[in-house]
């Protein structure tokens, strides 16, 4: 596997994939699939942190054969690490990348009726889905312009073969976001309606993560699903809805560089930001906010488990390195190992523990462990 990196691996900070939970995942998505649906996972930002050609080369091998991704740059990563099937990029492309749609063999969203056009004049095919505003206002053509997604199927340089709309309210079920994603859906049958009219059958999509976890009922060929994937939902509260257990992929670790003991009065790290009142035994570990660990657990708004207890994170988080209160765990060494999210002993630190503290989401959290972390198989 060309990503992994073996004489490095394990030895200052990494993420630990554990790909039977990714296994575990794939097949309870699976069963909550509608008729005719298949998965179309989504690794984008680096598969939410995970590293896209780990996560995708494992999805291929069962079976997997479509895939998201935000950008030109990812879908060409993946290709040049040999992951096949059709890539799907959400996002936008400048006109100056479009050669790489035809030689790579990527799908592109159309993002409105003028990008339709710009796409028109590569000069060559090229297979895209349309993506359609049902009411988020973000990316899309709105779907009361059924005469212009009309006259995108009939340009001459676009192969049509997937169209889209996205939910943005499906992962809440109050009332009020209930009646707005029974209205985009509707919306978007209504389009669908007149281009099946017309004569077009295109693969149609809708349901991301919470979208096939509360709306299956909308069917679809293909479910994006990013987050549920991975094994968590966005927000904690998520989980009393979601009817299938789901298992964490990804754990983070770190080397403890070394131990030391401060006096009373003594101070740690940038800011004067802790001055220890008592006597107390420090471990340096070998992570940072440059990794990707959110610099608001700085000052015992965090910790990390270390032989399976909780040390409290002291002082401000820096760069590349923290210090944790080891006062109460014994016979810890330079060289163990900190788990700063992930199970140690019977203690866990979740996404959930860590997006809470930092008031984000999970999809956040994890998509922003960095490129300096090498990722590794459990
Ligand atoms: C990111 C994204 C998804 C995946 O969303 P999850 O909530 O992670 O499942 C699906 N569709 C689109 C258009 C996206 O941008």
Known sequence: MTSMVPFFEKSRAWIELDMTALQH???MLYAQLPKGCTLMPVVKANAYGHGSVLIAQELNRSGIRAFCVATVAEAVELREHGITGEILILGYTHPQQFDLLLQYNLTQTVINYEYAQMLNTIG?????????????NRLGESWKHYDRIL???QMHNLRVTGIFTHLCADDSMKSESQTFTQKQAAFFQSLMNQLHAHGYFPKAHSLDSYGLLNYSQFGGAYARVGIALYGVLSNYEDLSICPVPLYPVLSVKARVVLTKEIHAGENVGYGLAYTAKQDKRLALIAIGYADGVPRCLSCGNGDVLINGQSAPIVGQI???QMTVDISNIPNVHSGDIAVILGKSGN???TAYDLAEKCGTITNELLSRFGSRLIRTLK
């Open 124 to 136: 060559q095919p090229i297979p895209v889905h349309i993506a359609v505003d049902t009411g988020m």
């Open 151 to 153: 006259t995108i199927f």
């Open 25 to 27: 995942n794939i097949s």
């Open 347 to 349: 203690r866990e630190i």
């Open 318 to 320: 820096c760069m590349d």
